[in-house]
């Protein structure tokens, strides 16, 4: 972790062209320091935070008071930061008989901030978990009391984790998880916390600035995708091309066995929707091997979304993955024990994530753990689908070579879309796309699923979410377009999203008719829309002139009357 | 005290109060030099235990006259 001081130092860099955004501090303790950490980790990622850190212990004043600078301020996050040690104050406050609903008032608290907010501002809030401080009065006996602070402390933590769960808006900083890595004598200095008021250990709050970061990035739509693993010495222990299935290390004994957890771990990420690829120097069969038939490998081939394996440099080998997978490079970690093989890949491909793994295999999965490199702002059943989706398109790029011509190609897909209006069931992947999608994004505008069900809800709305079958399989929900009525008859197209899993499909034109057919029963005579460009969307700058709009003071106009329908190959499922 | 205990801190002082033009003597105290406030007087407390890998104890951090006690401090500690 970078020290507090060259944080410190990156204040006096430059921030202009840096992604800018807004978060109110909110303390019970002094947090000074705390701020400068979080400005210092912001620059070493790309982010420009505009920091309003309101005066040590006025959460409830910010909060409660609608005049006060934090709803001024309009920050797109706010982080409310409150002490264990405050917290252990405020219990010892309390008359013995309340002590034992301290986590429940707690909890009320949380909520009561959380609400007064929403109800007036759209900012996410980040609150934290308390690091654990046991206080020894009732010695391990503790956990067999109810009204111990450190029984109240760990159920405070659990409540607002839950919730956080509950609500859409609220996410957690967890730091009571980051004293359980670190030690509580690394987070606390006894020292200044007498002299200056200071909860956190000066060296604690480079990691505080990471992990605030991280959550803010994840929720801004920055995070990672796919984990790239290469396989001798990472995956398994020793050399499958001269050791052999029976020579590698891999299962429950010795080294083995870091080698073994270390793909459970990738298990759990593929489950939770990372895609997992092999990028390995080897013959691909041999290296396949160990994946069909060893028993101790805990992967398999159907884990692998991407199996790349030969003589080739691992940096062709990555922009093929890359071009296969359509992902952005900066959404990518490639581990690899070797360091010559990671020092090419960083200079060739900066925005590739590569950990600089330790010499050890032992230390591998800690040290991946510590560098919180997966982070996530949502969680979706869709997500443990991913790999599947990927792999079946691979097997169609196989089809489409035996066909003669494109038509016969999508003709023969049998292609089926779910095209209706935004629903509950659909809001948590609608908000998802408009927070993760760049490239098919005309106007790239992040919704949350709060928004996104205010926006179903609003008459002046239109919405409409497309899913994609195929006779190879459900692609999921992969498009959605947001549509206000823009007076004047006009229907504005104010987010058009496409996965990019599913171009040259036909189904640009395929969701215009739904557009127009919407536009038309509206009574509206024009459908506008625009596009605005970011270093990402270049794939849809000539989105509106290919689908015939006509250019208009920037904007791209269709008229309903004498529109006529496009011919695609998409069976609309509801008709 | 040592002319090296100072020397090393004065080091520190540059990196941690970023401006290479401090020079320290016993006699310099927090009013001689700008950047020396409460907030960076806890920086270079971290800086200074962890480069001499000594720890202070909380009553002597906010009762050192000048750089003289400071680096005398140190150095007590050193010998333990």
Redesign the interface.
């Given at each position: 972790m970078l020290s507090f001081n060259s944080l410190k130092k990156n204040l006096k860099k430059n921030f202009s062209g840096l992604k800018k955004i807004k978060i109110a501090l909110l303390s019970d303790s002094a947090s000074q320091l705390l701020n400068t950490a979080i400005k210092g980790y912001g620059h070493e990622v790309g982010v420009d935070f505009e920091i309003y850190e309101a005066d040590y212990n006025q959460i409830d004043l910010q909060v409660f008071d609608p005049s006060s600078e934090l709803y001024s301020f309009n920050p797109d996050f706010i982080f409310i930061n409150s002490s264990s040690e405050w917290l252990l104050k405020n219990f010892y406050k309390t008359e013995a008989h309340a002590q034992s609903q301290f986590a429940n008032e707690l909890l009320q608290t949380a909520r009561k901030y959380y609400d007064t907010i929403a109800a007036r501002l759209q900012s996410k809030v980040i609150i934290n978990t308390f690091p654990e401080i046991n206080d020894s009065v009732f010695g391990n006996y503790a956990a067999k009391v109810n009204s111990s602070f450190i029984y109240q402390l760990r159920k405070a933590n659990v409540q607002l984790m839950e919730l956080s769960q509950q609500t859409n808006g609220l996410f957690i900083c967890d730091l009571a998880g980051l004293q359980a890595e670190l030690g509580r004598q690394f987070v606390f200095d006894p020292k200044m916390y007498v002299n200056a008021d200071m909860v956190y250990a000066l060296e604690f709050l480079p990691y505080i600035g990471k992990h605030l970061t991280d959550i803010v990035l994840s929720i801004t739509g920055t995070f990672k995708k796919c984990l790239v693993l290469d396989l001798d010495n990472t995956m398994w222990g020793g050399i499958i091309g001269d050791d052999g299935m029976e020579g590698i290390q891999v299962g429950d004994l010795g080294v083995g066995k870091a080698f073994t957890e270390l793909q459970q771990w990738a298990k759990q990420l593929k489950q939770r929707g990372i895609i997992l690829a092999v990028c390995s120097k080897n013959t691909e069969d041999i290296a396949k091997e160990p994946f069909l038939s060893h028993p101790d490998m805990v992967l398999k081939m159907d884990h692998i979304a991407v199996f790349v394996a030969n003589w080739e440099t691992k940096v062709d080998n990555l922009r093929y993955i890359q071009s296969v997978l359509n992902i952005g490079f900066d959404s990518m970690v490639f581990v690899d024990d070797n360091a010559f093989e990671r020092e090419m890949v960083k200079s060739a491909i900066p925005e590739i994530t590569v950990p600089e793994l330790p010499e050890d295999p032992a230390e591998y999965l800690p040290y991946l753990r510590s560098l919180n490199l997966f982070e996530t702002a949502s969680f979706t059943e869709e997500d443990q689908e991913r790999t599947k989706q990927y792999q079946e398109e691979a097997q169609r790029n196989v089809l489409l070579q035996t066909f003669e011509t494109e038509s016969d190609f999508l003709a023969s897909l049998d292609m089926v879309s779910d095209t209706k209006p935004f629903d509950e069931f659909s809001v948590p992947r609608v908000a998802q796309l408009t927070q993760r999608s760049n490239q098919f994004n005309l106007r790239t505008i992040r919704y949350t699923e709060e928004d996104i069900k205010r926006i179903a809800a609003d008459p002046n709305y239109r919405t409409i979410s497309l899913t994609l079958e195929d006779r190879f399989g459900s692609h999921g929900l992969i498009g959605i377009v947001i549509m206000k009525d823009g007076g004047n008859k006009t229907l504005f197209i104010d987010s058009w999203i496409m996965s990019c899993r599913v171009l040259k499909r036909g189904m640009e034109q395929f969701t215009l008719n739904a557009i127009m057919e919407i536009a038309a029963k509206g009574g509206f005579e024009k459908v506008t829309g625009e596009y605005l460009p970011t270093k990402k969307n270049g794939i849809v700058k000539d989105h509106y002139a290919n689908l015939g709009f006509e250019s208009a003071d920037g904007k791209w106009v269709a008229h309903v009357a004498g529109y006529e329908k496009r011919a695609t190959f998409i069976t609309n499922k509801n008709k | 005290m040592a002319a090296d205990t100072i020397a090393q801190v004065n080091k520190i002082f540059i990196?941690?109060l970023?401006n290479e033009d401090i020079v320290l003597d016993p006699t310099t105290s927090a009013k001689d030099i700008d950047e020396w406030d409460?907030?960076n007087h806890?920086?270079l407390?971290?800086?200074i235990e962890k480069h001499f890998k000594i720890?202070?104890?909380?009553s002597e951090?906010?009762g050192w006259k000048n750089v003289g006690e400071m680096c005398a401090a140190i150095e007590k500690r050193l010998e333990q």
């Open positions: - | 990196d941690v970023d409460s907030l806890i920086q407390i971290v800086a720890r202070f104890n909380s951090i906010n």
